[in-house]
C-alpha cells in the first residue's frame, strides 16, 4: 500500500520559516517525481515545486527565491524549505509522487501551514 506522510507544517509569524517532510512508503522512490501542492480556502490546489529523482526543480512564481525544494532517495523523502513566508503562502501543502513514466500519482493527506501575526 501506498502511503505519503506529510509533516512539519503549524502556525508561523510572517518572515518566518518551516520545513515540510514527505515520507513515502509503497513504491520505488527514486523512479517518481516529487511535488508539493497547496490549497487555499476558497482556491484550486496549485503547483508550488516539483523535483525529479535526478534533482531537476520546477517551482512555481510566487515561491521562487524563497523556497528550497530536495529530496533524499536513501530515505525515500522529500522536503520543501520555506523561508521569507508571507501570509499568502497559507494553505494545506499537500506532497505527491508521480511516476517517471505516468503510471503512478500518489498523494499524502495535507499538512495545515498558517502565516500570521
Known amino acids: 500500500q501506498v502511503q505519503l506522510v506529510e509533516s512539519g507544517g503549524g502556525l508561523v509569524q510572517p518572515g518566518g520559516s518551516l520545513r515540510l517532510s514527505c515520507a513515502a512508503s509503497g513504491i520505488i522512490f527514486k523512479f517518481y517525481v516529487m511535488g508539493w501542492y497547496r490549497q487555499a480556502p476558497g482556491k484550486q490546489r496549485e503547483l508550488v515545486a516539483t523535483?525529479?529523482?535526478?534533482?531537476?526543480?520546477v517551482y512555481a512564481d510566487s515561491v521562487k527565491g524563497r523556497f528550497t525544494n530536495s529530496r533524499d532517495n536513501a530515505k525515500n523523502t522529500g522536503y520543501v524549505q520555506m523561508n521569507s513566508l508571507k501570509p499568502e503562502d497559507t494553505a494545506v501543502y499537500y506532497c505527491?509522487?508521480?511516476?517517471?513514466?505516468?503510471?503512478?500519482?500518489?498523494w499524502g493527506q495535507g499538512t495545515q501551514v498558517t502565516v500570521s501575526s
Open positions: 523535483i525529479t529523482s535526478g534533482g531537476s526543480r
Open positions: 505527491n509522487a508521480l511516476h517517471r513514466d505516468g503510471s503512478g500519482d500518489y
